[in-house]
Structures are given as structure tokens and as C-alpha cells.
């Protein structure tokens, strides 16, 4: 027969049903506040909080405005010496958190975020964040666009700070614009056939004007196109018909310049495909560019090495 239980016993069991039903979560946030810092979790939580209200659909405007402009005082302005933008964009639970910014904010705060993401301004103090980032990476626009959760960020920076709308002018649109252009600038070939970049990097291209966007396309021809692309060649004088820009059919045929320009885009051709990449408009376009520039025999060998196109 079962002994009634005792005062003691029945305190313990009280104060076991009030803990935390999830152990496993209880202990990932225990360990996130203990390598973030006390602090810097603190601040995070809250800002959690407070995007978990911004992200409803039945929010009226002028709640949009007074959440969003909460959430910017709780992490551009109470607390910018703690965080780290750049390091707060790559984590999974909070790179929601600047994308809403991006969507949400107005133009004055859009550009002093795509400011920082871009890397022109660096916080002075080592960001309490993330643990193994060094500063490159901290503030690189092209690491974020290869990570998971951050080139998310990296979108939302393409599609609402660097277009003209009702909430962002057409002046800022443009500097937002030349920043990340700067920022992306020698990334363009490990953006192209990566998994997760590629993405970034189709939208990057398409956002862009065909003056703006020129100077990023030379990369994807190789150094040496790089510096030819440089010269005073009109676009469009060898039988290009894109005259937006310099391509392969612009570059002398039989030219050690084009022979490195076409195995240059032959590289990314392959890797693309390997990784199922048909589909981006970029990787059509290079195509294009290397069949029409290459000769029979190139030709030949490449389609018969890629039978799937």
C-alpha cells in the first residue's frame, strides 16, 4: 500500500511542473546568453520580441512605424556599441530582425544600415555576437550573401534600398546602389556558381542598370577581360549586339585575351551546371557569350561535354 506523500515531497513536484516543459530549449537559450554575454541576449530577446509583433500581417501603418522605429532604437541607437549589424544579419534567429528594418524602415535609416552592412562605417568595439568571425567578415556584403540565413538580408537590401519607391528616393536608391557595387567588386566569381550567392547575385545584376552593372559582368570574364574592358574599345564593334556592355565577341579573335576570357567562363559554366544552375538569367547570358565567341571545335567539345543542354 502506497504511503500518502509528504509536505516536502509535494513542494518538489510542485516546483518540477513549473519548470520549463522544453529541457533541450531551455538549455540552447542558456548557452546563446552564454556566449553572447548577459547583455547582448538581453537586448537580442527583446528585439525578437518585438519583430514577432512587426511581422503581422494586421498591423495598421501607423503601427508598422512605431514598432519599426522601436526596434531601430533598440539596436542602431540605445545599443550600437554592443551589436554588430553585420554579425546580428548573420545569425539564424535575428537576421529577421534587419531584414525587417530594410523592408520596413524609412529612407534616412535605410541608408545608414546599407551603410554599415557595406562596410563603410566598422564598429570600433569587437562584436559580442558571434565568436569566431574575424573583422573581414564582419563586414563583407558578399560573405553574407553565401551564408543561409544572411543573404536573405542581402536580398532585402537589393529589393528595397537600392530601388526608387514611395518610401526610398531615387537619390538614396542610387547610393545605396554604388555601395554595394563597391562591396561586391571582386566577389562576382564565387558568387556565381555558389548554391547560395548565385541567388544574390542574379537579383544584384538584374537591380542594376546596364551602366552600373557593366563593371561587374568584366569579372565574370576573368582578370584579363578585367583589364581589357578598360580600354577604349566601343561595346558592340566586333558583332556583339549587347552594346550595354563589352563581351567576349569584343576581344580580338585568336587573342590570348579571349582564349583566357573563354576559359575563364567555361570554368563557371561547368560548375554551374554541375550544380543544376541552368536557370539563372546570368549563366544564360555567359553561355551565350562563350558559344558565340569560341570556335567550332570549342564549341563542339563543350556541347558534347554537356549533353544536357
Avoid at 30 to 53: C, V
Avoid at 120 to 137: G, L, Y
Avoid at 175 to 200: D, E, Q, W, Y
Wanted: glycine share 4%; net charge positive.
Amino acid at each position: 500500500m502506497k504511503r500518502p506523500a509528504s509536505k516536502d515531497e509535494k513542494s518538489t513536484k510542485s516546483s518540477d511542473s513549473e519548470a520549463p516543459k522544453n529541457k533541450k530549449r531551455a538549455l540552447k537559450l542558456e548557452r546563446q546568453s552564454q556566449k553572447r554575454g548577459l547583455d547582448t541576449f538581453t537586448i537580442l530577446n527583446k528585439a525578437k520580441q518585438t519583430w514577432n509583433q512587426l511581422r503581422l500581417k494586421s498591423n495598421a501603418p501607423e503601427t508598422i512605424t512605431e514598432l519599426t522605429n522601436t526596434l531601430w532604437d533598440l539596436i542602431m541607437v540605445e545599443n550600437k556599441e554592443e551589436l554588430d549589424v553585420c554579425a546580428v544579419a548573420m545569425q539564424h534567429d535575428t537576421s529577421r530582425i534587419i531584414q525587417s528594418l530594410l523592408q520596413f524602415g524609412n529612407e534616412v535609416q535605410r541608408l545608414e544600415l546599407v551603410e554599415q552592412l557595406c562596410g563603410s562605417k566598422t564598429s570600433t568595439k569587437s562584436s559580442k555576437t558571434t565568436k569566431d568571425t574575424n573583422e573581414k567578415d564582419k563586414v563583407s556584403l558578399p560573405t553574407m550573401a553565401k551564408i543561409q540565413y544572411a543573404h536573405f538580408v542581402v536580398l532585402k537590401v537589393l529589393k528595397y534600398a537600392c530601388v526608387k519607391s514611395k518610401s526610398n528616393s531615387a537619390k538614396s536608391a542610387k547610393l545605396n546602389r554604388m555601395r554595394v557595387i563597391k562591396s561586391f567588386r571582386g566577389h562576382l566569381t564565387k558568387l556565381a556558381v555558389h548554391s547560395v550567392g548565385s541567388r544574390c547575385l542574379e537579383l544584384l545584376l538584374d537591380t542594376l542598370s546596364a551602366s552600373e552593372a557593366k563593371g561587374l559582368w568584366s569579372e565574370l570574364y576573368g582578370s584579363a577581360f578585367v583589364l581589357f574592358a578598360d580600354t577604349d574599345i566601343t561595346p558592340g564593334t566586333n558583332g556583339n549586339a549587347n552594346r550595354g556592355r563589352k563581351t567576349l565577341l569584343d576581344v580580338e579573335e585568336g587573342s590570348k585575351a579571349r582564349q583566357s576570357a573563354l576559359n575563364h567562363v567555361e570554368t563557371i559554366l561547368v560548375k554551374a551546371f554541375e550544380k543544376q544552375m541552368h536557370s539563372f538569367a546570368y549563366i544564360q547570358t555567359l553561355l551565350a557569350d562563350y558559344l558565340d565567341a569560341c570556335t567550332p571545335t570549342q564549341r563542339r567539345a563543350f556541347l558534347t561535354a554537356n549533353p544536357t543542354l
